[in-house]
């Protein structure tokens, strides 16, 4: 029995050995390597009530029932990503993360989101957003700071509107259009809508 389990540990430590290398050496050869564009459109499903909510509260500081602008509120999402405005569209990923409420004078989010991509061309992948979203502005832009998978490196600009807002129901829907280069193994420009992922 210990004789497998140090055989099973050497295996393991062989395989994440060469594993490593494969990545180290392609870490080393990424200036060889072009860079791709992507520019991604989706909406996002933001359910804030009803039966089955995708945003929740987890944390809020002592000023936060006081504050006009909710400041100290954390909350965390997984909404649907969709290729179209419509709930029952295909869904393309989940966008998941944290949002606070940042600013004492007017409504503004602190955000850090993972948009995780899970069908077409980019499944499995991840692009990153950091930065500020000051919620009443009818267009609101945001860095993109990284990526997973196909988007390696990636770096860019999200653009976000909100396409839809149902108060009764508390359900929104926010349109995204993201601009991303990012090192590939190919060197052909991709120019995607989730419709064609």
Same mark, same amino acid.
Request: with cysteine; hydrophobic share 40%.
């Given at each position: 029995?210990?004789?497998?389990?140090?055989?099973?540990?050497?295996?393991?430590?062989?395989?994440?050995?060469?594993?490593?290398?494969?990545?180290?050496?392609?870490?080393?050869?990424?200036?060889?390597?072009?860079?791709?564009?992507?520019?991604?459109?989706?909406?996002?499903?933001?359910?804030?009530?009803?039966?089955?909510?995708?945003?929740?509260?987890?944390?809020?500081?002592?000023?936060?029932?006081?504050?006009?602008?909710?400041?100290?509120?954390?909350?965390?999402?997984?909404?649907?990503?969709?290729?179209?405005?419509?709930?029952?569209?295909? $869904?393309?990923?989940?966008?998941?993360?944290?949002? @606070?409420? %940042?600013? *004492?004078?007017? =409504? /503004?989010?602190? &955000?850090?989101?993972?948009?995780?991509?899970?069908?077409?061309?980019?499944?499995?992948?991840?692009?990153?957003?950091?930065?500020?979203?000051?919620?009443?502005?009818?267009?609101?832009?945001?860095?993109?700071?990284?990526?997973?998978?196909?988007?390696?490196?990636?770096?860019?600009?999200?653009?976000?509107?909100?396409?839809?807002?149902?108060?009764?129901?508390?359900?929104?829907?926010?349109?995204? $259009?993201?601009?991303?280069?990012?090192?590939?193994? @190919?060197? %052909?420009? *991709?120019?995607? =809508? /989730?419709?064609? &992922?």
């Amino acid at each position: 029995m210990a004789k497998q389990l140090i055989a099973t540990v050497l295996l393991i430590a062989i395989i994440s050995s060469t594993h490593a290398h494969e990545e180290e050496a392609w870490f080393r050869n990424i200036r060889g390597l072009k860079e791709s564009i992507a520019v991604v459109h989706f909406y996002v499903q933001d359910v804030l009530g009803g039966a089955n909510p995708t945003v929740y509260e987890v944390a809020r500081a002592s000023i936060t029932a006081n504050s006009t602008t909710s400041f100290g509120q954390v909350r965390v999402l997984d909404d649907r990503m969709t290729a179209g405005p419509e709930a029952n569209s295909a $869904t393309v990923g989940r966008l998941q993360g944290l949002i @606070t409420f %940042a600013d *004492l004078e007017t =409504s /503004a989010l602190a &955000m850090n989101l993972n948009f995780y991509f899970t069908s077409g061309e980019y499944n499995g992948s991840t692009l990153c957003i950091l930065g500020r979203n000051q919620i009443m502005n009818a267009q609101r832009e945001f860095p993109v700071v990284g990526g997973t998978g196909a988007f390696r490196f990636a770096r860019g600009y999200a653009l976000s509107s909100t396409y839809s807002y149902d108060v009764e129901t508390n359900y929104g829907v926010l349109e995204y $259009t993201m601009y991303v280069t990012y090192v590939n193994t @190919t060197s %052909a420009s *991709l120019i995607k =809508s /989730a419709a064609d &992922m």
